[in-house]
């Protein structure tokens, strides 16, 4: 069997979804969502409805149960949900109109989900900084690339001690500034091995990966920071 990221329609891009626009494969998901009334969410700038359906679909348009608080502001929206293997998935449309509490909505044309990774990587916002010992050092001020939520990049202008081959790093404290929709966070993990070291020649720096050896505490505030940021990386790209 064909792994379902290789499968044919489907395109890999570097924002790290995989992306189709392939009218039959789009056409099964939208029976998907209708016949098993999957929960679809629906989000556009300000706003994030509670879990919804797709009532109908035609050749025209899609027909979604409106959310008893839906604001009517704005025409372009995204739909976001989960699949069966648990990957998020989006897909933009414009409202056409509202009648009979539905959402009527044109069909989309683009289909995207986030990577198929055992741990997804999101984008930290500017600023954001690492710090941890390694035997009887300290190094701080580390810029922090991505996190997720088995692991981070950081990167430093100056060459630190570190091969790569599973050096144990302690005591390891991020630093997140706040986003439009997530507020300033700390994380603190005990420890963590890094695993890969390589030269950075475009930006000049040199990066270290990081997986987390954590508790199941640790672990819990990861993946809700980890979480918003991937709803916050759902939200970009929608026409404002």
Not at 41 to 61: A, D, E, R
């Amino acid at each position: 069997m064909t792994p379902p990221d290789t499968q044919k329609g489907w395109q890999t891009e570097a924002s790290g979804y995989d992306v189709t626009q392939s009218p039959e494969i789009i056409a099964k998901t939208l029976s998907m969502l209708k016949n098993k009334r999957m929960f679809v969410v629906i989000i556009h700038k300000g706003y994030q409805s509670g879990s919804t359906i797709l009532v109908n679909l035609s050749q025209h348009n899609l027909q979604i149960d409106k959310p008893l608080d839906w604001p009517g502001t704005e025409t372009m929206i995204r739909i976001v949900f989960k699949d069966a293997a648990k990957l998020w998935n989006h897909f933009t449309v414009k409202v056409l109109g509202v009648k009979d509490d539905l959402l009527y909505t044109t069909r989309p044309t683009k289909l995207s989900r986030l990577q198929r990774r055992a741990h997804f990587r999101v984008e930290t916002p500017r600023d954001s900084t690492a710090s941890f010992t390694y035997k009887d050092d300290t190094f701080s001020g580390l810029q922090l690339s991505d996190i997720s939520a088995g692991g981070m990049q950081t990167c430093s202008p100056e060459r630190l001690p570190l091969t790569g081959e599973g050096d144990v790093i302690n005591n390891i404290n991020i630093h997140l500034p706040p986003t439009a929709n997530t507020g300033e966070t700390f994380l603190s993990i005990k420890k963590g091995l890094v695993v890969r070291a390589l030269r950075n020649e475009e930006l000049k720096t040199y990066c270290y990966g990081v997986t987390f050896d954590y508790s199941q505490n640790e672990e819990e505030l990861l993946l809700r920071y980890v979480r918003q940021r991937e709803l916050e990386m759902l939200r970009s790209g929608l026409a404002m």
